[in-house]
């Protein structure tokens, strides 16, 4: 069957999926049989035993009939709400509309899971989903982000709630991402205001950068564009602080080059001063 795309995390569920499987399957065969496969109102009616509806979804699923089987189990919720069945097809559903790109729908059954079990086994893997369908919709740096923010957030809440799961390692990785996707729009939008000389405007971008995503591969950038930005404005100070933190952390650096340099212009030298926020920012973190 197809599986959320990532290494090593979905094995779990995918075998508890296949371990339910083996052990309906025979009463599955036995539902498919007796209903017709081109009429779907007489494949189930409201009187069919959840246990016979979420059975047929599960042979549906695992004969790659992603789309009928995602129909069964909403048959399923909808008609047997309280029922085992239903908690089983809800974690069914979030699954399947993911892997047919229906992401908002994934998110929102894998969020009714979340609500409705929290204490679940499946519950981590459901907020795995919910980061993943986000992480989908993620569109490039020139737009807004309000996506990235939100796979950052569902993973950060997985990681929180279930540190060791099989997920988190993954989850990990995908916020580096998220967070250099972050701190790429900011400092897009920083280098756009120092074009147009809106230094106090671009320093606001480029601190956000240096304040929280230090651990990215824009940091180095965005030190560089302090040096530039503080200098043009004749703040030497924290232009100076800006090159010296740089050096420190990045000394074979291209960006750190440019800086002495540009420093050089004027007679001065990275010298960092550690009142300014940029030292206080950078205080007891390693790069």
Not at 64 to 69: R, V
């Amino acid at each position: 069957m197809a599986a959320v795309p990532i290494s090593n995390a979905d094995g779990s569920f995918s075998g508890r999926l296949r371990r339910t499987t083996i052990a309906t399957l025979a009463v599955a065969a036995l539902a498919l049989a007796a209903c017709s496969s081109t009429d779907d109102e007489d494949f189930a009616t409201n009187d069919t035993p959840p246990e016979v509806l979420f059975n047929e979804g599960l042979a549906l699923r695992n004969d790659g009939k992603l789309s009928d089987a995602r129909l069964k189990f909403q048959e399923v919720d909808k008609l047997h709400p309280y029922s085992e069945y239903s908690r089983k097809s809800l974690i069914n559903l979030a699954y399947l509309n993911y892997s047919l790109g229906k992401f908002p729908e994934a998110i929102t059954a894998a969020k009714r899971f979340t609500t409705l079990y929290p204490g679940n086994e499946d519950s981590a893997y459901a907020l795995y989903i919910i980061g993943q369908s986000y992480n989908k919709q993620i569109p490039d740096v020139t737009r807004d982000q309000e996506m990235t923010q939100r796979a950052l957030a569902a993973y950060g809440e997985l990681i929180q709630r279930y540190p060791d799961s099989e997920y988190a390692e993954d989850a990990r990785s995908k916020i580096r991402v998220a967070q250099d996707q972050l701190a790429g729009k900011e400092m897009e939008v920083g280098r756009y205001y120092l074009k147009r000389n809106h230094q106090i405007a671009a320093i606001n971008r480029f601190k956000v950068v240096v304040t929280n995503y230090q651990t990215t591969r824009h940091i180095e950038e965005a030190l560089f564009r302090l040096v530039e930005t503080y200098y043009a404005l004749g703040v030497v100070n924290e232009a100076q602080t800006a090159a010296a933190v740089l050096g420190h952390n990045f000394p074979d650096s291209q960006w750190y080059k440019d800086a002495f340099s540009l420093l050089k212009t004027g007679g001065y030298s990275p010298n960092e001063d550690s009142g300014s926020w940029i030292s206080r920012a950078f205080s007891g973190i390693s790069l």
